[in-house]
């Protein structure tokens, strides 16, 4: 399979956390170097600076090793441990990526003046920038604004991290899109699909929040139900709440899904796939299955998670092996990454999930998210098409790695296809 149990170990157990330890390295140098310049090197704040890091460290190197199921820890426990370890971890990455940033900008303006030297003919310039008085006082200012800021920038973070953990991940939005597919049936003007994706069914997607999602999909009243992947977090158990509850879905022409990311780095995908097709999600694999009505049909098309993009061909065929090119055909394909071959394939409608609409949002320009996750997918949420394929990327429902959302918040969609 395109995902094994070791490649999402070495993703999310190795690289994630060294990153994340790396940051947590770097922040404690800003800060036991601004005790040293500022509190005249205090003992006791370096031990409490100390004391912390290792404190919250320490129990992410725990965490990761162990990888308990935090699903079963008592509620207390999470209101007294786990969510002070996630700010802690959320706040820190956070300040850590933008004190990074910044020192980054200070770094490549002083080696550009030292690329300047290297020139001979601009040498002399590059030297009397250095001794103008107006650099020196540039370079000053960046500093205390840097040190000004520092406070004001934890307090802002730690706030925003906060509200996005206890109050923005669970503030969903339903949204509605339509779409105008050339070749449509007439009989399928108007069908509705109800998607929700990334569920991540686990600590921090309990029961009782499913029921929820389910009774809102439930009132849309769509005539379909599609789960773009990740009914999962990562460990195969929590596909029993997650077919508990989502289970209760219903639909004229059923649910369908397609398994994710997660659901392969839980070790036993094919023990998710079972279950959520029992619990009456038909999880499509690689494969494909005809919607008729009033004695016309569509395609809906499902693959497993593509992972590595060479295997996108080998799915995709496979998945439309069996089907007619006349007809319409609506893919449901975890990762928005491969919207180049479904087009390729004349698939009139992809519907994906994975990016969770970046997350954690910084701003908006235009159609432009200013998010991390835009580093890794030209795909975030909304509306995408290459020539006459279409796509809807959903923000989901659920989170991964820190249980944040910022600017970002969980969305149930109405999909209406209409006839070109």
Not at 245 to 263: I, K, Q, S
Request: net charge positive; hydrophobic share 45%.
């Amino acid at each position: 399979m395109p995902w094994s149990r070791e490649t999402g170990f070495l993703i999310f157990i190795v690289i994630v956390p060294l990153i994340v330890l790396s940051l947590q390295f770097f922040l404690f140098v800003k800060v036991r170097r601004w005790i040293l310049e500022h509190m005249g090197g205090s003992r006791s704040m370096l031990r409490v600076a100390t004391s912390a890091f290792l404190l919250f460290n320490l129990a992410l190197l725990a965490t990761i090793i162990l990888r308990p199921n935090t699903r079963d820890f008592p509620l207390w426990f999470k209101y007294a441990g786990m969510y002070p370890f996630l700010i802690w971890h959320a706040s820190s990455f956070l300040i850590g990526l933008i004190l990074a940033l910044w020192d980054l900008i200070g770094s490549v303006l002083k080696l550009a003046l030292k690329a300047l030297q290297w020139i001979p003919p601009l040498r002399r310039t590059a030297e009397q920038i250095r001794s103008m008085p107006r650099y020196a006082r540039f370079d000053a200012s960046r500093r205390a604004f840097l040190r000004r800021s520092a406070v004001g920038l934890a307090g802002v973070t730690v706030t925003g991290t906060s509200y996005g953990m206890f109050i923005g991940r669970h503030e969903y939005e339903v949204t509605s899109s339509e779409f105008s597919i050339k070749g449509l049936p007439s009989e399928f003007d108007g069908f509705t699909i109800g998607l929700i994706s990334d569920v991540h069914s686990g600590a921090f997607m309990l029961p009782a929040e499913m029921r929820e999602y389910v009774k809102i999909v439930n009132d849309l009243g769509t005539d379909l139900i599609a789960i773009p992947g990740d009914f999962v977090n990562g460990r195969v158990d929590e596909v029993f709440p997650f077919v508990e509850t989502f289970g209760e879905l219903r639909a004229p022409y059923g649910a369908y899904g397609v398994l994710g990311n997660h659901d392969f780095y839980s070790g036993d995908h094919e023990r998710i796939a079972k279950e959520v097709t029992a619990a009456g999600i038909r999880v499509l694999r690689d494969e494909n299955i005809d919607i008729t009505r009033k004695g016309s049909r569509l395609i809906l098309v499902g693959v497993d998670d593509v992972g590595w993009k060479n295997r996108a061909p080998v799915q995709l065929d496979k998945a439309l092996k069996t089907a007619m090119d006349s007809h319409t055909k609506i893919l449901l394909c975890h990762r928005p990454y491969y919207l180049d071959q479904a087009a390729s394939r004349n698939v009139s409608l992809v519907l994906s999930g994975h990016t969770h609409g970046g997350q954690i949002v910084f701003g908006k320009f235009g159609n432009t998210l200013l998010t991390p996750a835009a580093f890794v997918s030209p795909y975030v949420w909304g509306k995408y098409s290459m020539g006459a394929t279409q796509m809807y990327v959903s923000r989901g429902v659920g989170t991964v790695g820190l249980p944040v959302r910022i600017h970002c918040p969980p969305e149930v969609t109405k999909i209406t296809l209409r006839s070109a």
